[in-house]
Structures are given as C-alpha cells and as structure tokens.
C-alpha cells in the first residue's frame, strides 16, 4: 500500500483548487506559488524554507523551459526582420495565384498556415499568411470568417497541438509527464490526425452549408491602420529564398542524422539566429551590431509575454516529480521508496479506486480542456503532463497517448480556437471580431474533441 504524506495531500488539494480558479477563468500564479509555499513549508518546516522554496522552484521550471523560450523568441526575432524588408510577403505570394476558388481558398491557405506554424510559430505565421492570402482568400469568395477560421484551426489547433518541429508543446507535456518528448509526440500522431481532421472537415461543412443558406455570421471592421508596405529590394528577395531553404535543410538534417527533442530545436534556434545575422549585415553593413540587438529584443519580448505566467506554473505541477522536488527540497523530503508525489498519487489511485479507460481519457480531456480556459493552452500542459502519469499508472495504460490527449484538449480550447481572448491575432488579421470567431469554432472544436477522446479509449 502505497503511503501518502502531508506532501501529497497538499499537492492533490491545491491541484483541485488550481483547476477551480482555472473554471473561473481567473489566471492561476497565485494558487500555484501558494501551492509551492505550503509544500516548502510541510516539507522544510520552516517559513524561510518556504519561501526559498518558491525562488528555488522557479529555477528548476525555468530550466526546463529555457530551450523552448530562447527558440520562440529567436524565430519571432527572425519573423520581424522579414516583415521590416518585405520578405514574408513574396515568400507566400506565389502561392496566392492558385487560389480560384472558396474550396481551394479555405484548405489551401489553412495547409500553408499549418507548414508556416510548424516552422515559424502560429503567432508569427498568422501575420505572415493572413497578410498575403486573406485578400485572395476574399477575392476568390471566401468570407473573411472563412479565412480567420482557415488560419485558426490549422495553425492555433493542428500546427501548436502537435508541434513537431520547434516542439514547445510536446516538451513541457513530455516534461510533467516524466517521459520523452518523441515519446509524446508519436503516441500523439494518431490523435493529432483524427482531431485535426474531425474539426477542420466538420468546420468546413458547417460553412459551406451557411455560405450556400446566406447565413455567414461575421461583423468585419473596416476601420484599420494601413500598415507601409517595405520597399523590396534584393536582400528582400533573397531572405524569401534563404529562409525556406534554410529551414528546408534543417527538416533534411534532422531526418538523416535523426536529431530529436533538444537537438532538433536547437538547430532551429540556431538556424534563426544565422539567418537573421547574415541578412542584417547585408541590410544595416556598419549599423547591423546594434540593429541585430533591436529585433533580438522584440523577439524576447514576446518570448516573456508568452513564457513568463508559465513558469510559476509550471513550478508548481513539476514538484510533483521526484527529480525537481529533492532538487528544491533536498533529498529525502519524501518516504523512502516514493516515486514521486504523482506516481504515488496515482498508485494510491490504482488501489483504492477502480479505474478504466474510458473514463480517465474523459478525465484527460476535460481537465485539459478545463486548463485552457486560462486562453493561453500552454500553462494547462504541464498539469495535462502529470494527470497522464497519474492515469497511466492507475490503469497500467498509455502515459504517452494521454499525455498527447491531454495537449490536444488544452491547446485546440485555450491556444487560440475556442477562447476568445485567445483568438485575437487571427481574427485581427482577418478584420473580424474574435467573438465571431470562437463562436463558429465552438461546435467543429467540441466535436473534434469527442471523437478524438472514444479514439485515444482504444489507444491508452
């Protein structure tokens, strides 16, 4: 029988009182710091361990999450010195000229959005693509909800729920979860492919019937900022063809030298970081060693917007790991033989209460879905992590293929499909309102998710 302390039990009610704030929509920092303080406090017995606890705790999650923030960051870096000269508009136009109809407008420009988001970052990819494609996508009959909803699902729902190229996602579920990011990513495939093609071909349906019945449902705004289109010039040009080439090599190299999880997104990262040096020396010649610091900047910036409420987050949900709670702690702060607060949690689970597939797939998926009401989908990750090595172990099941469930859920809901002040970037881009957009997502999303859960039953 397994034994739970004081630690245990203090973990399991503060997860619980997470996840109630989380339903309230209210942001979660303050539970989880709080969260961290009473663990420090059970386990060193003292306030000032406590409160050392929190700072040392932040350390240990900011670690684990280093890699991730620095390639965001350097991608975004990259992404704003080619909309400063104009490359990213004629390194996605040729690809407008194909675009004939609303049919082939809606996938063509939701599968340049899903290879763009892969590579680029969804954020990023949505200004990239939505500025080129959505006056095609209009031209040829689209409605500019049907571009937002194109650019949303294949980049805020297939592209981020997957990530398989800069592998954010995958590595801080990967994380919490105590298994490997490869294991995460290819016990997710087959939930990624039936999520992402339940809910893009239900939306599709759905909108094609409304465009047929003259019941689209989209307030546009007219009124926006002309941005000043950047002079091309061949530096231009030439980053249009260095970046996708660039990039293309990286996908080439990973796969003959069969670079994974840290490896592979440091080549990433440091591809960005080459590009963006050569092309500012090209552009600025003398002026490039301080220009260079200003997209840097601007790219960290957004790496901390995003990053920065994660992490006292994720300092709580990785304590319930063995490795980061005597790295905080000290060694034996939990009773000898423990596997960490969740494993035991999830042996205790497995011996007092009978649990079956169905029913902790359910659990996964709404808690993961309940996580990304928050509107960001990736402080939800870490908790879906860690209720998969609680699950798993209770039903001698999948932890990977729960682990990807629990993404799935948490990414499509609180990334950017369903909650609406998540959504904002595309439906900016599109000039419609983000409420419209959530809206028409909510019953593709809902439903997606349904089908994807019954699939992962006979997968876990």
């Avoid at 019941?215 to 002309?226: A, L, R, S």
């Avoid at 002079?231 to 003959?256: C, G, H, K, N, Y």
């Avoid at 609406?420 to 809206?439: F, S």
Wanted: glycine content about 10%.
């Amino acid at each position: 029988m397994v034994h739970l302390t004081l630690l245990h039990w203090i973990y399991a009610v503060m997860v619980v009182v997470i996840l109630a704030v989380m339903v309230m929509r209210k942001d979660t920092v303050i539970p989880c710091i709080a969260g961290i303080f009473l663990l420090g406090l059970a386990g060193t017995g003292s306030i000032t361990g406590a409160t050392r606890a929190i700072f040392d705790s932040f350390i240990v999650a900011g670690n684990e999450l280093l890699g991730i923030i620095l390639v965001i960051s350097l991608i975004v870096a990259m992404s704003k010195m080619m909309e400063k000269i104009g490359a990213n508009v004629l390194m996605v136009s040729p690809f407008a000229r194909l675009i004939k109809n609303p049919d082939i407008a809606f996938w063509f420009i939701g599968i340049i959005m899903l290879l763009a988001s892969w590579f680029f970052w969804p954020s990023p990819a949505t200004a990239l693509v939505g500025a080129v494609l959505l006056p095609a996508g209009i031209r040829a009959g689209l409605p500019a909800i049907g571009v937002a909803m194109a650019i949303n699902l294949f980049g805020h729902g297939i592209a981020l729920s997957s990530d398989y190229i800069i592998q954010g996602a995958p590595t801080i579920t990967a994380t919490a979860a105590g298994i490997g990011v490869v294991d995460v990513m290819a016990g997710g495939i087959p939930l990624v492919m039936v999520m992402g093609v339940t809910t893009v071909v239900v939306a599709y349906i759905f909108l094609k019937r409304d465009m047929r019945l003259g019941n689209i449902e989209e307030t546009v705004i007219e009124e926006f900022e002309e941005k000043k289109e950047a002079e091309i010039t061949w530096i231009s040009r030439f980053t249009a063809w260095l970046v996708p080439l660039a990039f293309l090599l990286d996908v080439v190299i990973m796969f003959f030298l069969r670079l994974r999880g840290g490896e592979a997104t440091a080549l990433i990262g440091g591809t960005a970081v080459l590009v963006l040096m050569a092309v500012c020396i090209l552009l600025y010649g003398k002026k490039a060693l301080e220009e260079i610091t200003r997209f840097l900047i601007e790219g960290f910036r957004f790496g901390m917007e995003v990053f920065g409420p994660i992490i006292p987050i994720a300092a709580f949900f990785y304590m319930g790991e063995i490795s980061p709670i005597d790295a905080v702690f000290g060694e034996g702060i939990l009773p000898a033989g423990s596997q960490g607060i969740l494993s035991d949690i999830g042996r205790a689970m497995a011996a007092a209460v009978p649990m079956n597939t169905p029913a902790v797939a359910t659990m996964e998926t709404v808690v993961g879905a309940i996580t990304g009401l928050d509107g960001s989908g990736f402080s939800g990750m870490s908790l879906a992590g860690s209720l998969a090595k609680v699950f798993g172990t209770a039903v001698n099941g999948s932890i990977a293929a729960l682990a990807a469930l629990g993404q799935i859920a948490a990414i499509w809901v609180g990334g950017g499909t369903l909650v609406p002040w998540g959504l904002i970037p595309a439906a900016a881009i599109c000039r419609v309102l983000p409420v419209d957009l959530a809206r028409r997502n909510f019953k593709p999303v809902m439903i997606g998710l349904i089908v994807t859960t019954i699939i992962a039953m006979f997968i876990i």
